[in-house]
């Protein structure tokens, strides 16, 4: 199957700073990525739904100016943290579709995640 | 809005046995997917299971099999011959169109005995 790339796995910061993490998709070219937060034994929750060439459209409850999400090309999508706080502590996760392959159209691969933790 | 609920927060089954994984799920469309994904420990989520609600016959993979009730809007995961890999958090998870997001229900741990 298609292949989906987090970057960096884990990242330790500092409260203050801003943090970005990057989804990348290695073998396929994906115009929709998502972000999902996850937080300790709990569900994955959408954060925002990131579009290549346009804004990324938040979930209800989402801060946009705390999560950026920027959607360059057709291959990667960073999500940046900013003026990180412990509370943003938690595991971020994308996923994107392979609109092109040869599988099922509404597959979605996921990347490893990224676990941030903010001290 | 659609909405998944999975009622179990943790399970445990003996290797080699037989568990099933209960969910159910709320929405007004009569054409839809339904998923359950697994989260092993290493965090990676990875698609077990696909049912297209327009589709009466059940999908199946393997040990993997699904007890799809339209009408009663239940969707069960049975796995048969546990093994200890089987250790995981299982979600379900709805679609509405296959261009839309994925709505997840809140989990559920399983945990496979020796």
């Known amino acids: 199957g298609a292949v989906v790339s987090q970057h960096p796995s884990w990242v330790i910061c500092k409260s203050g700073t801003s943090v970005k993490i990057e989804c990348r998709s290695l073998?396929?070219?994906?115009?929709?990525m998502f972000w999902y937060r996850q937080f300790p034994k709990q569900s994955l929750m959408l954060m925002a739904t990131?579009?290549?060439?346009?804004?990324?459209?938040?979930e209800q409850g989402v801060e946009k100016d705390k999560f950026l999400i920027n959607h360059a090309s057709l291959t990667l999508s960073t999500l940046t943290v900013t003026s990180a706080h412990p509370e943003d502590s938690s595991f971020y996760i994308c996923?994107?579709?392979?609109?092109?392959?040869?599988?099922?159209?509404?597959?979605?691969?996921f990347g490893e995640g990224s676990r941030l933790t903010v001290l | 809005a659609q909405t998944v609920t999975q009622s179990q927060p943790e399970m445990s089954v003996q290797e080699a046995e037989t568990v099933t994984l209960s969910c159910t799920y709320d929405t007004s469309e009569s054409n839809y997917y339904l998923f359950w994904y697994k989260q092993p420990p290493s965090r990676q989520m990875i698609l077990v299971i696909r049912q297209e609600a327009y589709k009466q016959q059940n999908a199946t993979e393997n040990r993997f099999s699904v007890n799809f009730q339209k009408a009663a809007k239940s969707f069960s995961l049975k796995i048969s011959d546990s093994q200890l890999g089987d250790t995981a958090m299982y979600f379900c998870a709805f679609m509405l169109r296959a261009n839309s997001k994925l709505t997840f229900g809140k989990g559920i741990t399983l945990s496979v005995r020796p």
């Open positions: 990131s579009n290549e060439g346009s804004k990324a459209t938040y």
């Open positions: 996923s994107a579709r392979d609109e092109t392959g040869t599988g099922w159209p509404g597959e979605l691969f």
């Open positions: 073998d396929f070219q994906a115009t929709t």
